[in-house]
């Protein structure tokens, strides 16, 4: 399935939802959202995994790439939710589990900021 | 045993074709939904590094895909005519780094290691690259992915 993504902007942080696959293809997709969030300085963003079939090291690139920008000066982070099993294994496989904070649900993960 | 072929052109446009064409041979091999996503994702790093450093960029030449389906196991071979690209050359990434020591690339070649349960890659200039990846289904109480141990890692 094709990557679609979502921005929402909440009254404390952004939410980015996205469906599909993260693959090389549809990755630079994703950094676009993020950048986009950036680049208007919303800094606090939740990205919402429930519908992510997979995630490939560009995905990875694009996630990391964003957390070290919005963790500069302590200004913000990307926090994750809803990650599907299997992702969450890659996710561990990369240390990832240890540069993201991971919660359950989008709900909760909007609550921690 | 049963094999299925396709050739696809190297491009990014062509990932999610592999990608069903892998999901139904691991599907028929009877591996299990951790296994198939792992086939998923290694077929795609490894299809993104041929069109990325094998060819230079988005149709460059194509890209064969072999699975050799037997019972509870999947043989992904992929073949492309680029440059050799040896992944055993890449260096290993550190997944334990902080956040600001991370870098960027090694981690599609160490997911493909990890995720599969062998990893090999031969050049010639007759056959040109052969990337070949087995994964088998996990019995109970088994580790996933063994690739990168003693003997089993990336051939030159």
């Known amino acids: 399935m094709a990557l679609e993504i979502t921005t929402e902007q909440l009254k404390r942080c952004d939410m980015i939802k996205a469906t599909g696959r993260i693959d090389g293809q549809s990755a630079p997709k994703l950094a676009e959202a993020f950048h986009a969030l950036i680049?208007?300085?919303r800094f606090r963003i939740v990205f919402d995994m429930g519908g992510v079939e997979f995630l490939s090291s560009a995905g990875l690139h694009a996630l990391i790439d964003a957390q070290k920008t919005c963790k500069r000066w302590n200004r913000g982070e990307v926090v994750l939710a809803s990650v599907p099993p299997?992702?969450?294994?890659?996710?561990?496989?990369?240390?990832?589990?240890?540069?993201?904070?991971?919660?359950?649900?989008?709900?909760?993960?909007v609550g921690s900021f | 045993m049963r094999t299925?072929?396709?050739?696809?052109?190297g491009r990014f446009a062509?990932?999610?074709?592999?990608?069903?064409?892998?999901?139904q041979a691991a599907l028929d091999a009877g591996l299990e939904a951790a296994a198939v996503h792992a086939v998923q994702v290694a077929v795609d790093e490894a299809c993104t590094n041929i069109i990325e450093h094998a060819y230079g960029g988005e149709d460059g030449g194509e890209?064969?895909?072999?699975?050799?389906?037997?019972?509870?196991?999947?043989?992904?071979?992929?073949r492309d005519r680029g440059c050799p690209f040896d992944p055993a050359a890449v260096p290993e990434p550190n997944v334990t780094a902080g956040l600001e020591d991370r870098q960027g690339g090694g981690l599609g070649v160490y997911l493909m290691r990890r995720l599969m349960?062998?990893?090999?890659?031969?050049?010639?200039?007759?056959?040109?690259?052969?990337l070949t990846m087995v994964k088998r289904r996990r019995e109970c109480g088994e580790q996933p992915?063994?690739?990168?141990?003693?003997?089993?890692?990336?051939a030159p």
């Open chain 2, 145 to 154: 992915g063994a690739a990168d141990e003693p003997g089993l890692a990336c």
């Open chain 2, 63 to 78: 890209i064969e895909c072999t699975c050799r389906i037997a019972d509870g196991e999947l043989t992904v071979i992929l």
């Open chain 2, 14 to 23: 062509s990932l999610e074709e592999l990608c069903d064409l892998v999901t």
């Open chain 2, 117 to 130: 349960d062998e990893v090999r890659f031969e050049s010639t200039p007759e056959a040109g690259n052969v």
């Open chain 1, 39 to 41: 680049d208007a300085g």
């Open chain 1, 86 to 109: 299997q992702v969450y294994e890659v996710l561990e496989m990369v240390g990832f589990v240890h540069l993201f904070k991971i919660y359950d649900n989008a709900v909760q993960a």
């Open chain 2, 4 to 9: 299925v072929t396709t050739v696809v052109p």
